[in-house]
């Protein structure tokens, strides 16, 4: 068995996010299954989510989400477990309103 016609086909470098499994807020509205997979990146966007279940498209991944995931992926090697991503991806807690320009101070 050659691995060699698979290796040429697929590059995916160790640090980068695709193929990774996801956990979705959502469930997926044709299996309910809640696990997608880091799909290879298209134009404008970063990368698709599939879904694990019936592969159909779950959506996009974005700019930050990719480059948090590949920070992971850096830091503490392929996760063997899928990683939960959260809509809100900001940190701040909620209940601010967002008018509010003195958030720098604590
Ligand atoms: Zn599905």
């Excluded at 900001?90 to 008018?99: A, H, V």
Aim: net charge positive.
């Amino acid at each position: 068995m050659s691995l060699d016609m698979f290796g040429s086909m697929i590059v995916t470098p160790s640090s980068s996010p695709i193929g990774l499994c996801v956990i979705l807020p959502k469930p997926c509205c044709n299996c309910n299954s809640d696990t997608a997979v880091i799909g290879s990146s298209a134009d404008p966007h970063h990368a698709r989510l599939n879904c694990n279940c019936c592969g159909g498209h779950r959506g996009w991944l974005g700019a930050a989400t990719f480059k948090f995931l590949s920070n992971v992926i850096d830091n503490f090697g392929r996760p063997s477990q899928p990683i939960e991503i959260r809509q809100n991806q900001s940190t701040r807690e909620r209940g601010y309103p967002s008018s509010n320009s003195n958030s720098t101070e604590r």
